[in-house]
């Protein structure tokens, strides 16, 4: 059975920090990249970083560059997202998705900044 199962979310102020983790199993994980989306209410599901199977180059979402960091433990069948300084702008539910020969999701993991 897949699992995708996000963690670390919850309520920080504008300017905080989280970690947000993804665990899977049910797959080969260190067969498949590992992206990270988000959707805030009212909006579409937008991409927010991806990081290959091998780990390495990481790619961004612009509003996330310098501010969020991927990341991945392939003996540990996780990955991570990092993100700093937090904006209110960041609230969203937040998707950990594997693409390989399947795709599969998370159910998500809600981030909220607020004062």
């Known amino acids: ?4 199962v996000e963690s670390g979310g919850g ?10 983790s993804c665990a899977a199993s049910g797959f080969t994980f260190s067969s498949y990249a590992m992206r990270w989306y988000r959707q805030a209410p009212g ?5 927010v970083a991806s990081i ?5 180059s990481t790619n961004y979402a612009d509003s996330m560059k310098g501010r ?6 392939n003996g540990k069948n996780t990955v991570y997202l990092q993100m700093n300084s937090l904006k209110p702008e960041d609230t969203a539910v937040y998707y950990c998705n594997a693409l390989g020969r399947r795709m599969y ?10 004062s």
């Open 43 to 47: 909006k579409e599901r937008e991409f």
């Open 1 to 4: 059975q897949v699992q995708l």
């Open 105 to 114: 999701w998370g159910q998500g993991t809600q981030v909220t900044v607020s």
């Open 11 to 20: 309520l920080v102020q504008p300017g905080g920090s989280l970690r947000l």
């Open 52 to 56: 290959p199977s091998a780990g390495g």
């Open 68 to 73: 969020f960091t991927i990341s991945r433990d």
